[in-house]
């Protein structure tokens, strides 16, 4: 009788003939790249340092295409763009000590949004670790110490043989549900050392499912099936899993209506007469939910945002699907089902039964007339429009990417995706920066599709420098920068809380012009005007940048009321 766990898979002989007689000039930064090439990869981003030139230079003798990016953090948006629109785990190559360090806030929002990252890091040679202070350039008593916290894994290597199942082991670790950012560091001297060790020809890249467990989907499909007023919140777990299908699927089947989370956005039609859309903020929309019998959430923690700021509270019973495991009941007591979104779906689609209800298409309309009431009662028609007129520019299939600024938390609630990972935002962890750079991965990905960016003035300055970049590589993101001559939305807080703002007011560039001086068009808009400009820049080819001089402001909350 054989075994699954006697299998050994046999080398062809164009393997073995490559075991046997290795290329000569091969260092251990080979092994890296040879590595990711046999789990699939095709492209990596990153920037050199002393201590990883290792690597960077073994990228010239692979076939991988290399992304480089001018500030550390920035490479580490545009992986996590790539993650999310290829479903691939990204690699990020970075050197050692502040190299490595400036990328911790790019992969805490990787963290947050489970977008799979494979961060690849140098450490000081072999010799100077352990903890003791030897001098060496770029030195940390326990590098890998500041990544723990942040990532989903880390991996260090300390010698050759080690480091093809370590990034084996990374890869499968980025990509296993819930996906996530990983570190693999190694040493410069292990990387630089020759290598007789054969060339890495293939690898294990098929990362373990996460199925639910079959005595909860059968409680929780006789629960939808016998719900009076069932409801349903999607997150960012939906579109990591690809399974905003199997949700339209299982929504229709027991007639609840669908809200999404910020980061579930795209997740559900956004005009389906079962869609409450994104309006999470929105304090109808928490009534609505807070009254649902049987309250299904499907890839989320019930956040701060998705809780609409932890004043939701269920009255129903409360299920919640989520990859998660430490999300489980984090913050609402639920029936926990600890499984990849797609499987669980699957697994209900299986088992529910259809329920009739031709009132829930009513009340979902009842809920947006409420909605659109409150908002329009508001005075914001600026806003709503240039919300609009993005919304018009933008190609439907095109994705977009969003830096914390006022129009992109105006989008979380009222911007139409037109479909599952198209809109994404660094609403995960909520840092400054995302937008530009994030877009140059995601135009990476896929250069057949024009990619928006949108930042505010503030958010803008972190990411200047990678106009170089978009324009070396020449790729396709337009990216559109509403000037509000501040950090706009902090100085609406400090100025409701204290009467008046510090630290919020900008001198900035002539945006226009500096994107010129890089090599990249650029235009001065205005609201009248946006949405042409706008629609022009998308569709010509390469980077493009328009300006938009605009002071919006934001709808009042309701999680304060």
Not at 137 to 160: C, I, N, W, Y
Not at 194 to 210: H, Q, R, S, W
Not at 335 to 362: C, F, N
Request: proline share 7%; net charge negative.
């Amino acid at each position: 009788m054989t075994h699954d766990h006697d299998l050994v898979l046999r080398p062809t002989p164009a393997q073995t003939e490559a075991a046997l007689n290795p290329p000569p000039g091969r260092n251990g930064g080979d092994l890296v790249v040879e590595t990711l090439a046999g789990l699939g990869a095709t492209t990596v981003f990153g920037l050199p340092g002393q201590h990883a030139l290792g690597m960077f230079d073994a990228l010239r003798r692979s076939d991988l295409r290399y992304i480089g990016l001018r500030v550390e953090n920035n490479a580490g948006f545009a992986a996590d763009a790539y993650g999310r629109i290829t479903g691939e785990a990204a690699p990020l190559l970075l050197s050692t000590g502040p190299g490595a360090l400036t990328s911790l806030a790019a992969l805490q929002e990787a963290a947050a949004a489970s977008a799979p990252v494979l961060a690849i890091g140098s450490q000081i040679p072999s010799a100077g670790l352990g903890g003791g202070r030897h001098g060496y350039l770029h030195e940390l008593p326990d590098q890998a110490a500041s990544f723990r916290g942040v990532v989903k894994s880390v991996h260090t290597v300390r010698t050759q043989s080690q480091i093809p199942s370590a990034i084996e082991a990374a890869w499968k670790s980025a990509l296993s549900a819930p996906h996530g950012p990983v570190w693999v560091e190694i040493p410069q001297d292990v990387l630089l050392a020759e290598t007789a060790i054969p060339v890495v020809t293939g690898g294990d890249a098929f990362p373990e499912e996460l199925p639910p467990r079959p005595e909860l989907t059968a409680v929780v499909a006789d629960l939808l099936s016998r719900a009076a007023r069932p409801a349903i919140i999607a997150g960012g777990g939906v579109v990591r899993a690809d399974a905003s299908g199997k949700l339209r699927q299982l929504a229709e089947l027991v007639r609840a209506p669908v809200v999404t989370t910020p980061g579930g956005k795209g997740a559900f039609p956004w005009k389906h007469p079962l869609s409450l859309q994104s309006w999470i903020e929105d304090r109808h929309t928490t009534d609505f939910l807070e009254d649902a019998d049987v309250l299904l959430v499907v890839g989320s923690g019930l956040g701060e945002l998705s809780s609409n700021y932890h004043t939701f509270k269920p009255r129903g019973r409360v299920i919640q699907i989520e990859a998660d495991l430490g999300k489980l009941e984090s913050n609402h007591p639920a029936l926990g089902i600890h499984a990849d979104a797609r499987l669980a779906l699957q697994a209900l689609l299986e088992t529910v039964s259809e329920r009739q209800d031709e009132e829930a298409p009513e009340r979902v309309r009842e809920v947006l007339a409420k909605v659109t009431e409150r908002i329009a009662s508001q005075e914001l028609t600026l806003e709503q429009d240039v919300l609009a007129s993005v919304r018009k520019a933008l190609p439907a299939d095109s994705p977009s990417f969003w830096d914390m600024t006022i129009l992109a938390y105006w989008a979380w609630s009222a911007f139409d995706a037109k479909g599952p990972n198209h809109m994404h935002s660094a609403q995960g962890a909520g840092g400054l920066g995302y937008g530009f750079p994030a877009a140059l991965g995601a135009a990476a990905a896929d250069p057949t599709r024009p990619v928006l960016a949108v930042s505010g003035d503030g958010g803008a300055l972190y990411s200047i420098a990678e106009l170089a970049t978009a324009r070396q590589y020449d790729l396709n993101v337009t990216w559109l920068i509403v000037d509000d001559g501040g950090y706009g939305i902090l100085r609406e807080y400090m100025s409701d809380a204290f009467g008046e703002a510090t630290a919020t007011e900008l001198t900035r560039p002539d945006y226009v012009a500096l994107a010129e001086s890089f090599g990249v068009p650029g235009v001065r808009t205005t609201p009248e005007t946006l949405e042409q400009d706008l629609a022009k820049a998308l569709a010509s080819p390469g980077p493009s940048v328009v300006l938009l001089p605009a002071v919006l402001r934001m709808f009042a909350p309701t999680h304060l009321d």
